[in-house]
């Protein structure tokens, strides 16, 4: 049974930073693909970052490219989201997805999210 936890999120202040982590367990992690999606109050799913299988590749959502960094750690079987320099609209709850391949964002395979709330 695959399972995503999610955890990091918090309040911060404009500018700040934080990071998210993704456990997994229940496949084989590194074999997928992985990202980060995010759902702001009020609003839908919303892609952030992927990183390949092997590490090989990563993308990012305009609204944070070269802001935010992916990675992952295939002994631990984690992926991480490090956010720098937050501003008040990357306010949300942010999800881990297990992806079949890169390119492809799996929305429905996602843990229960961690609250980012970026506020002054």
């Known amino acids: 049974q695959v399972q995503l936890v999610e955890s990091g999120g918090g309040l911060v202040q404009p500018g700040g930073s934080l990071r998210l982590s993704c456990a997994t367990s229940g496949f084989t992690f590194s074999n997928y693909a992985m990202s980060w999606v995010r759902q702001a109050p009020g609003k839908g799913l919303e892609w952030v970052s992927q990183i390949s299988a092997g590490s090989t590749l990563t993308r990012y959502a305009n609204s944070v490219k070269g802001r935010f960094t992916i990675s992952r750690d295939d002994v631990k079987k984690t992926v991480d989201l490090q956010m720098n320099s937050l501003k008040p609209e990357d306010t949300a709850v942010y999800y881990c997805?297990?992806?079949?391949?890169?390119?492809?964002?799996?929305?429905?395979?996602r843990g229960q999210g961690t609250h980012v709330t970026v506020s002054s």
């Open positions: 997805t297990q992806d079949r391949r890169y390119a492809e964002v799996n929305y429905n395979e």
